[in-house]
């Protein structure tokens, strides 16, 4: 199912499109010009990620002496998440940070790993799977889709929202709630009796406005920054997903930088990868404290019986990424969050 876009800004980007289809092919400028890297995401600017980018530009600016110059577009402002992959094949943007979770329908199913429900349970046990051989290995797979990957970032936990209280299995049933689009985020849905609605991130507000879906999981950052609060009067704390992100970039764009440029631009990413992560706890915090403020909002906290009745309820859409994805990736997985 989807949801109508603004005409002309659909216009706009398949013009772009076709553009960027002609300038593949186009011979590479003599000369040293200079670079430029346009950085596309989803979210708003006071999120992790937002601030990750913010962080980056400004490294590449200072370091670079202008010669460099990093474009940011925040909130979907140029390429949302049914078009981002494409433009970035296509040369019509130069960075990405898709969540791990949109990996899996771009031809890498390994990534929806991490959808898994109640999979880890802090964000030390992600790191020491992201940040260690299982996650390097995640990122060198991205190569059989174009694309280079260059390294991890944290949001934080999803939390369940909707018009009642989402406490029990039971709650779920009949529900239409928005995901994003991975299988085993579908596979979570169904098996808690609601009906999963693939949904772009942009577009998600205006579903839940409308009542073309009912629910919604989301980190507090992302439910807070998107105005979700004014639509969904209950947020339940279910922390039962993960949500963080791969950025990437294309090879043909990595391997046209000169080997300073690309030494430039790497070492930037990493600090603010290190700077976005750091902060990551800190805006998840401040964000459901701010949310707890917010009238008209009901935050439900679950007590321990009913986070496992819903982990229990869960537990076949792991054994299914196992059989059909990996029991072997699984494993390694569970012995790199086990390993701390
Ligand atoms: C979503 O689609 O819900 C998230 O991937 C958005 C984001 O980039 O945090």
């Known amino acids: 199912m989807s949801v109508e876009r603004p005409s002309s800004l659909l216009c706009a980007r398949r013009r772009l499109l ?41 490294l590449v600016h200072q370091r670079g002496g202008g010669r460099i110059r990093v474009e940011l577009y925040p909130d979907s402002q140029l390429w949302g998440d049914d078009d981002e992959m494409e433009a970035l094949r296509l040369g019509a943007v130069e960075m ?10 771009a031809g890498v199913p390994e990534f929806e790993v991490f959808d898994l429900p109640y999979l880890f349970a802090d964000l030390a046990q992600v790191r020491r799977v992201t940040q260690g051989a299982v996650g390097r ?21 999803k939390q369940m929202s909707a018009r009642r209280a989402l406490r029990t299995p039971a709650d ?10 991975s299988r085993v985020l579908g596979e979570q849905m169904r098996a808690l009796g609601a009906q ?10 205006r579903a839940l406005a409308s009542g073309v879906v009912d629910a919604a999981e989301n980190p507090p950052s992302n439910f807070l920054t998107q105005g979700l609060a ?12 993960y949500l963080g992100y791969a950025v990437v970039t294309h090879p043909r764009f ?12 790497d070492d930037a990413l990493a600090e603010a990868l290190a700077h976005g992560n750091r902060l990551a706890e800190a805006l998840d915090r401040q964000a459901l404290a701010t ?9 439900h906290a679950l007590g321990a019986a009913e986070r496992e009745a819903l982990r229990r309820h869960l537990r076949p859409v792991v054994d299914g990424f196992g059989r059909s994805v990996g029991a072997g990736l699984l494993r390694d997985v569970q012995r790199a969050i086990g390993s701390g």
């Open 172 to 181: 779920y049933r009949g529900l239409r709630v928005r995901v994003q689009a």
């Open 230 to 241: 004014a639509l969904q009067p209950h947020l339940t704390l279910t922390q039962h997903g």
């Open 96 to 105: 990405l940070a898709p969540s791990l979770s949109k990996f899996g329908m």
């Open 291 to 299: 949310l707890r403020q917010t009238p008209g909002l009901r935050l």
């Open 196 to 205: 999963p609605v693939v949904l772009p991130f942009g577009e998600t507000q």
């Open 254 to 265: 990595w391997e046209s930088l000169s080997r300073v440029d690309r030494a430039l631009v």
């Open 18 to 58: 076709v553009a960027a289809c002609a300038a593949v092919g186009a011979p590479a400028l003599a000369g040293a010009p200079p670079v430029l890297l346009r950085f596309s995401h989803v979210v708003a600017p006071d999120t992790p990620k937002g601030q990750m980018a913010l962080r980056f530009q400004a």
């Open 137 to 157: 290995g995640l990122l060198e797979r991205l190569a059989r889709q174009q694309m280079r990957g260059l390294g991890f970032l944290d949001n934080g936990f």
